[in-house]
């Protein structure tokens, strides 16, 4: 099973509104990543959240994670349609090396202008 | 900055056939994959490369093999195609540091129908 699991699988909202999206991850990580995939395209990395960190943010992006209950979120502030993507959360695993960095389903994310 | 390029972009394959993915990164990076993505199961890795010369298996590796023919370039081959190996596949690489962690850069992606 997967590593990551993002909840919602799906989320329609108004432009301009704030888009939240959630990674639960089962076992202990160096860090957590998430990536943007647009239609036909390949991912694109977004953001990363080392185990030490509690928030970060990068532009219109805050990430949280909570090491405790194995989670992170994803909030994208004053939407635009040019966000319509999925978002994929990745773990990379403590004790392993690249290879290991696991992604889960996504979440896919539909902006109404 | 072409960053990863794969092709083919698209093929159609018959059940039985070979073919091979190309894959090449321009940034210098150690590690490179392969994943496929499929409906509902997000990314499985199918094999990485660590470094040159060095390949391990993924999460679904069957039926597939890979070659790392230099720092630059992966291959991924299917030997004997079959319709469970119709998904998109995409090719990556990455340099782990400790400002990047292990961000991984993606290809474009070649989708592959399997008939």
């Known amino acids: 099973s997967q590593q990551g699991e993002e909840d919602p699988q799906a989320l329609s909202i108004q432009e301009g509104e704030n888009a939240t999206m959630n990674c639960s991850y089962k076992?202990?990580?160096?860090?957590l990543q998430w990536y943007r995939q647009n239609s036909g395209r390949g991912l694109v990395h977004l953001i990363l959240?080392?185990?030490?960190?509690r928030e970060k943010h990068s532009g219109r992006l805050r990430v949280t994670l909570d090491t405790s209950k194995k989670s992170s979120s994803l909030l994208i502030t004053a939407s635009r349609a040019a966000d319509t993507a999925s978002y994929f959360c990745a773990t990379d695993l403590l004790n392993f090396g690249n290879e290991k960095l696991t992604f889960g389903t996504g979440t896919r994310l539909t902006i109404i202008p | 900055n072409a960053g990863v390029t794969q092709t083919p972009k698209f093929q159609v394959l018959k059940t039985g056939q070979s073919m091979t993915l190309q894959c090449a990164q321009d940034m210098n990076h150690n590690s490179m994959y392969w994943y496929r993505q499929d409906p509902g199961m997000g990314l499985r890795l199918i094999y990485y490369s660590a470094s040159e010369g060095t390949t391990d298996k993924g999460e679904v590796p069957n039926g597939y093999n890979v070659s790392r023919l230099n720092k630059r370039e992966f291959s991924l081959r299917l030997e004997s195609a079959a319709p469970s190996q119709t998904s998109v596949y995409f090719c990556?690489?990455?340099?782990?540091?400790?400002?990047?962690?292990?961000?991984?850069?993606f290809g474009e992606g070649s989708w592959l129908t399997v008939v």
């Open positions: 990556a690489s990455s340099l782990r540091t400790l400002s990047s962690g292990n961000t991984i850069y």
């Open positions: 076992t202990s990580i160096n860090n």
């Open positions: 959240i080392r185990s030490n960190e």
